[in-house]
């Protein structure tokens, strides 16, 4: 066949590992700024539950087939990737890139190891494949390096983006549009700029919490400037079914009405049902109108495609590795790459878990050494390892929390389950509202003037209900019903709205408006109904019962909402009252906590702001 040619390059950097690796380890990124095709993937279930994965490209002239080995990596150290051709000049290719902390900084070496399998291969080779390797890889380390320092916007230089004819010129009135509407918060030049000039990488899924991070913007102003870019036609939306274990959309359809309510991961070889306020996303692209995108991949496996993987290392049937690691505290899950179960373990104290795995089960084991991960394979098959943090999620806009936006609701308010569908929604804070003494206010100053007041009690309601991250699900007569994923944020706006009605009953010069609200927090489910998504349920249900204890000016809340952590931290700002009622439906007295009217007056203008990232801007 051919001698195997090995060539390493060293590359210093005078950045820590930690800003150096997000960079070189993103291997799709990598590649597709070094230029190389993109490739068909066939993903082939075996017999034992595991999937096999080859891959199919052209590369000039050359027809190649490969397969792909699951790439084994340990996270801010090093990582090493290997094909094995079946058709092409190559017998096979792997790729390893390592770390070492220097004082000023660290080094990183990269090494390639190609075979070639015929004279066609051993010719290529001769002729400098290996020093042309270089001259690409060892430029984008070089941008890599002035990234880390700040001094480049990009991480890579990377080949112009093709553009559908046109939609340069069609960019800067989209723009316009756009920041016409109350949903630009001036990001969407931003948006357009990030649409136009960024890497196919970053726009598979464009995840706008990301970008929010990204930008330093609130979560809000990014969710909404992206779905007015979908009105306007600037970016495109989808509904991905994430399969639970790679955390891929394995399912994606257009709109609510389609999601099916499980998939099949061929990459995991498992089915999965679908959970709502889990593993059902709303994505962004852009518009085929704008930017099309080419389907297949850059890279299958890769570190920072799955950044909330600290850990994938394949071992061989009956061995044992104690891996170097330093992870932080917290929540992780243990499995393998193979279907084998899985365990969660939360550690905060001692060694980190073992992780033992038998082919069938993975269990967490007796604490490994300080600053080690200890691997078992006990079967009797090649298995990979997978160790990774729980806060993958933290960048998914679940369907829950989309839906639960005044914005999405304004601007999609047909995109609902299809009849008869229905979800389970898991946590979810549920608001009542209700005018106090509205039927003596329609016989004092008569229906029309009433009729305009309660129409400007929906708007203040409504404005605020969305600047804390909610939305109004609906209206019944007087009365509001509004939804929030987060609990902290509900509570605040049930302050913030007895504040605004105060401002407006002390400058409007008409009749003065008091409210009645009431919070509950907990399980429920969407369905569609009069052609909006509506929440039904427990929560729900005691939610209204809960206002109807309000008197007025003040605000009534279940213990289970007191109980969240972020809403006990803000109740220490106030003495709520605990008292309880007979609630209609309810066999017996419910316990509720009040809010009084005259400590809202006291308090509410000295609470603590809200965190940066939620809450009234």
């Not at 706008?208 to 939306?237: F, M, N, S, T, Y």
């Not at 999405?408 to 979810?428: A, H, K, Q």
């Not at 003494?437 to 004092?444: D, H, I, P, Q």
């Not at 909006?532 to 427990?538: A, K, Q």
Request: aromatic residues 8%.
């Amino acid at each position: 066949m051919g001698k195997a040619r090995v060539r390493t390059w060293v590359w210093h950097f005078d950045s820590p590992v930690e800003k150096i690796w997000p960079v070189l380890a993103d291997t799709a990124r990598f590649n597709e700024a070094a230029q190389l095709p993109k490739h068909k993937v066939q993903e082939i279930p075996q017999a034992d539950g595991s999937t096999r994965y080859y891959g199919h490209a052209r590369m000039g002239p050359f027809k190649l087939s490969w397969e792909e080995l699951p790439v084994n990596w340990v996270d801010n150290q090093w990582f090493r990737h290997c094909r094995h051709f079946s058709h092409g000049p190559l017998k096979s290719l792997c790729a390893t890139l390592k770390f070492f902390p220097e004082d000023t900084g660290c080094r990183g070496e990269y090494t390639i190891e190609v075979e070639p399998a015929n004279r066609l291969g051993r010719t290529i080779l001769a002729l400098g494949f290996l020093r042309n390797v270089g001259k690409t890889f060892s430029p984008l380390a070089d941008n890599a390096r002035h990234f880390a320092r700040g001094q480049r916007e990009t991480e890579f230089d990377h080949k112009p983006p093709e553009l559908t004819p046109g939609a340069k010129q069609r960019v800067p009135a989209l723009v316009t549009k756009i920041e016409a509407t109350p949903h630009g918060h001036g990001l969407a030049q931003k948006l357009a700029d990030y649409v136009l000039t960024r890497q196919e990488v970053d726009l598979w899924t464009i995840r706008p919490l990301k970008l929010a991070r990204k930008w330093g913007v609130l979560d809000r102003h990014a969710i909404e400037v992206c779905l007015e870019a979908v009105k306007q036609g600037l970016l495109a939306l989808r509904w991905d079914l994430l399969c639970p274990r790679c955390q891929v959309g394995k399912k994606s359809v257009l709109a609510l009405g389609q999601l099916p309510t499980g998939a099949h991961c061929s990459s995991c070889n498992v089915d999965y049902d679908r959970e709502y306020s889990k593993n059902v996303e709303l994505a962004f692209y852009p518009a085929t109108s704008i930017r099309p995108l080419e389907s297949g991949e850059y890279c299958l496996f890769g570190p920072m495609s799955t950044p909330h993987i600290k850990l994938h290392l394949t071992l061989e049937p009956g061995e044992k590795r104690d891996v170097a690691i330093d992870l932080p505290h917290g929540n992780y899950r243990l499995r393998t790459l193979e279907p084998a179960g899985e365990e969660t373990a939360q550690w905060d104290t001692g060694g980190f878990p073992s992780v033992v795995a038998d082919g069938t089960t993975v269990v967490a084991g007796e604490p490994s050494a300080t600053g080690t991960v200890s691997l078992n394979n006990k079967s009797e098959r090649k298995l990979t390892f997978i160790v990774e943090e729980r806060a993958w999620m933290r960048d998914a806009l679940t369907a829950d929390r989309a839906t639960a936006l005044q914005a999405f609701r304004d601007l999609f308010n047909e995109d609902t389950l299809r009849p008869g569908d229905n979800v389970d929604i898991d946590y979810i804070t549920i608001m009542f509202t209700d005018l106090k003494g509205s039927t003596a206010l329609y016989e004092r100053i008569g229906d029309p003037r009433a009729y305009h007041l309660v129409r400007e009690h929906y708007a203040i309601i409504g404005k605020t209900v969305r600047e804390y991250d909610g939305a109004v699900v609906k209206t019944i007569g007087d009365a509001v019903m509004g939804v929030f994923t987060n609990p902290e944020n509900a509570l605040r706006c049930g302050i913030q709205l007895h504040t605004d009605f105060a401002e407006f009953n002390s400058t409007s010069g008409k009749e003065p408006v008091t409210i009645k609200v009431g919070f509950h927090v907990g399980r429920c489910i969407a369905v569609s109904l009069n052609n909006r998504l509506d929440y039904y349920g427990t929560a729900a249900n005691k939610a209204a019962r809960l206002q109807n204890q309000s008197v007025g000016g003040d605000i009534v809340i279940s213990p289970e909402l007191a109980a969240d952590p972020n809403v006990a931290s803000l109740l220490v700002n106030f003495s709520p009252r605990e008292e309880q009622a007979k609630l209609k439906g309810y066999s017996e007295p419910i316990r509720f906590l009040r809010i009084t009217a005259e400590e809202l007056t006291a308090k509410r203008r000295s609470l603590p702001n809200p965190p940066p990232s939620q809450g009234r801007e």
